[in-house]
């Protein structure tokens, strides 16, 4: 059975947070997983990761990492010493994840959140090229890590080089590393994808990583998503893995800025049980 679990940014209105209530809190909505913010991990001391690490350990709550690389991070950049500074901030990364005892990170880790070509240029090509020599490059390390990198497929207004679940299993076939896969999300595949089960079937093995939310970003089943189709390609090739609900309600604070939310979808919504409202659903779904 799949595990379930949410974003904690859903309650917050800044990507640095304590991470620690959380688990309690997801724990007792009764989700499998709480996945937080790989970047605030990172700059946490040993103590703080532990507390973390430990908190989750008394709840038998699994944790999953996100992230969206920074435009000094970006590993498709023009510039060699961005490229390496990603690089080496992504094998970072996967040190922290073996020592938080966790499996696996997602999102824009192929290049720069948010990111868009600069003016007059349209071949993608030397960027994606770039990317994936790096990615090789970081899949050594998240090799000898066991971790596993999900690259996370997202909208155009957002991202340039992975739109379509095609273009992501191109993007992993040439990298060449079992532990580089893909993180199909919802939100986006409704505004990207000709059709979302054929989508689901296309990453197939490729698929590690599975975000979920209304085509307004609320949480699920609420909407007009056509949830039977995306559980029947999940089903279909017999996917295992984590699926995190990542809504966005609240206006304000860096959260809301970066993932455009300009109206207050929380008025009304008793947020704890919606989210509870949202698992059962989806557990219904599934």
Request: charged share 30%; glycine share 8%.
């Amino acid at each position: 059975m799949n595990k379930i679990g949410i974003y904690y940014a859903y309650w917050e209105r800044n990507w640095d947070a304590d991470f620690v209530p959380y688990v309690k809190k997801v724990a007792n909505l009764g989700f499998d997983i709480l996945e937080v913010n790989s970047g605030t991990v990172a700059k946490m001391s040993d103590h703080q990761r532990d507390r973390l690490k430990d908190e989750a350990k008394r709840y038998n709550t699994e944790l999953t990492f996100c992230i969206g690389l920074t435009a000094n991070y970006d590993i498709a950049s023009e510039d060699a010493e961005i490229r390496q500074n990603g690089i080496n901030f992504l094998k970072q990364q996967a040190e922290m994840l073996k020592y938080m005892e966790a499996k696996e990170l997602g999102g824009i880790v192929y290049s720069s959140w948010p990111g868009t070509l600069p003016p007059g240029v349209t071949d993608k090509r030397p960027y994606w090229d770039r990317s994936v020599a790096a990615m090789r490059e970081v899949m050594k390390k998240a090799e000898d890590c066991n971790v596993l990198f999900n690259v996370e497929v997202v909208n155009r207004f957002e991202q340039y080089l992975l739109n379509t679940c095609n273009e992501a299993v191109s993007y992993v076939e040439q990298v060449g590393s079992d532990h580089c896969k893909i993180l199909l999300d919802s939100f986006h595949m409704n505004i990207e994808e000709d059709n979302i089960y054929d989508a689901v079937i296309t990453a197939g093995d490729n698929l590690g990583h599975v975000h979920i939310g209304e085509t307004n970003r609320k949480a699920p089943g609420v909407g007009r998503f056509p949830w039977d189709e995306m559980m029947k390609g999940l089903k279909d090739i017999n996917y295992t893995g984590s699926i995190v609900m990542e809504p966005f309600l609240i206006p304000g604070g860096e959260v809301g800025r970066d993932i455009k939310i300009f109206r207050d979808l929380s008025i009304g919504v008793d947020m704890d049980k919606d989210a509870k409202r949202a698992l059962n659903f989806i557990r219904e779904k599934l």
